[in-house]
Structure formats: C-alpha cells, structure tokens
C-alpha cells in the first residue's frame, strides 16, 4: 500500500501528537488538504466582497489583513492559482516567491475555505498566488453578519498605537483573524504562512495587563495549523474589526500556547490558551467601507461565567 505523505509540519505534527490525534487526523487530512483548489472553492473565491490574508514582513512579524473589492475582484483562472488585484495587497504580499495565506469567508451565511501558497507573478496590474494547500473550513463560531451598505468614511492616517477606545473593541470583540507562519517558509507545500477565523462571546479576548492578549482555543478540526506555526516560531499577528467605525486593529508580537494544567486562567469551552505580547500595532481608522447587520451569534458558542481563575 502506498504511504500517505502528511500535508503538516513538524510543528502542526508535534501539537497533534501531544493530544493523541495524530493517527486519526492522519486518515483524513490528506483528502482534505489539496494542492489545488476544487471549482465549487474557485466559484466561492470569485463571489467574494471581501478576503483575509496572512502575510510575513521582512521582520519576520506575521500580520493578518482583511481586502475588499466588487464580487470578482478574484479571480481562479485554473483550479491553482488566484488572481488578486495589485492596489487591495500589503507590500509585503507584492515580492515573488513570498508564502501568503488566503481565507474566503461569508461571514452572512458562514461559510469559509482557506488557501496557503506564495506570490507567482506580479505585474502592473495583479498578483498571482500559486495554491499549494486548499481546503474547507466548517462554520463554528462564527458570528452572522452582512454588509448591508458602502459607506464614505474618511480614513485617517495609519496609527502605531492603541487607544483606549481600541482597547475597549478587542475586550467587546466577538472576532478576530490570527496569522502565523511556520519556521522554514518555503521549504515545500507543508510549510507557509496561514491566516485564520476565532470567534466566541463578546469578551472572550482578554488583556492580561496593558501589552498582553490571552484567548481560549476551542474544539476545531484538529489541523492545528496556527498553534503548529506558533510552536515553530513563537509570533501571531491579530486582526481585530470595528464592524461601527470601519477601523482595522493590527497587532503582532511573541505568541506562545497556555495549556490548561500551567494556566491559572480558565474560560468556559476552552481546550487551551494562546498568549499574545504584543510588539508592533497598526491601526487604519475607518478604513473598512461597509456597515454592516448584525445576524446572530453562533448557536452553541461556549456558555458559562466567562473568564475566571482556577487558582491565585
């Protein structure tokens, strides 16, 4: 019998093998993740008003990025490569051969694929990324939203600090993205940059003093592909949306994981913790031109007192 090849790192890898499902992710990620994207993802990409996208700047520093653009603003000429164009990209996206990770979300009907891959071609109008890994992503935790309206905001220039205001968002946030990024960009399809969706009850992200974030990790599809890319190299970049002012919170910094047992902290659902210092801020004031609906919350978002300690 053939041997299956593992679509993760060591990294994803060693946090499986920590909790004892290894073995049976093994069974099913590799009809999972694929080096190409099926038509009914390219479909679902090429009917998008918005995407997210994780990419590394030449620090190293992992940011998560939200795009916009008219539905068709991506583009899948063929089932492994995306066409997004130049003007919606991060500069650090815009260099041949850069590892990016893409996350197609409806957030009104919950709905997500994601793609990882790297930087094809850039000419003077697009960008081509190459897809290395495609696959799906089941709609837990999120929070229904649609936008229902453009809006003319007048964006203000890029801060580099939070302010108080920006503090009281990400404590009230139902949501957020995380990118990350393995240690050895590059080295084949296993290893890139990922972004991700975390949703939870408002509150669910906490500071722990004035620098630091703490969020619970909850049940997922057992991947591990951010906490494996912080385990390889210990740094997260956060994206955090003001569905009211249009302004996009960037944080990024030194992230490590709290499991349960060394963590004095505890939250209702949560398997583990994952810790955030953050280093580096950039905050776009207004910059989101939609308004946006409110839904509802994912029906069975963990329920109970909140944040609470299980020890002094």
């Known amino acids: 019998m053939k041997e299956l090849v593992s679509p993760f790192h060591d990294g994803e890898l060693a946090i499986q093998e920590r909790l004892g499902v290894q073995e049976k992710v093994q069974k099913y990620a590799t009809r999972m993740v694929r080096p190409y994207m099926p038509d009914q993802h390219r479909d679902f990409f090429s009917g998008l008003l918005y995407f ?20 068709g603003f991506i583009r899948s000429p063929d089932p492994e490569h995306l066409v997004i164009p130049r003007a919606c990209l991060p500069a650090e996206a815009l260099v041949l051969a850069v590892e990016v990770g893409g996350l197609g979300l409806m957030l009104e009907n919950r709905r997500r694929n994601r793609i990882n891959g790297r930087v094809a071609e850039v000419d003077a109008d697009d960008v081509t990324l190459r897809v290395t890994q495609s696959f799906g992503n089941c709609p837990q935790y999120i929070q229904a939203r649609v936008p229902d309206a453009l809006v003319a905001r007048q964006e203000s220039p890029l801060q580099s600090a939070l302010s108080a205001t920006h503090r009281r968002v990400i404590e009230r946030a139902d949501t957020f993205f995380i990118a990350s990024a393995s240690a050895h960009l590059g080295q084949d399809a296993r290893h890139g940059v990922d972004v991700s969706h975390r949703g939870g009850a408002p509150g ?32 997260a970049g956060l994206l955090f949306i003001d569905f009211e002012s249009g302004d996009l919170l960037q944080v990024g910094g030194a992230a490590a994981i709290a499991w349960p047992e060394d963590s004095i902290h505890d939250y209702p659902g949560a398997e583990r913790f994952v810790q955030v210092s953050i280093e580096r801020v950039k905050v776009r004031p207004a910059a989101l031109p939609f308004s946006w609906q409110f839904l509802g919350a994912w029906p069975r978002l963990p329920q109970g007192p909140g944040w609470t300690k299980n020890r002094p």
């Not at 997210?52 to 539905?71: K, S, Y």
């Not at 906490?206 to 740094?235: C, V, W």
């Open 52 to 71: 997210f996208l994780g990419t590394v700047d030449a620090e190293g520093m992992p940011w998560a990025h939200m795009i916009w653009g008219q539905p």
């Open 204 to 235: 669910f992200v906490k500071f722990l003093n004035e620098g630091t974030l703490l969020f619970p990790d909850f049940s997922g599809n057992r991947h591990f592909k951010t906490l494996g890319n912080i385990h390889d190299t210990g740094r």
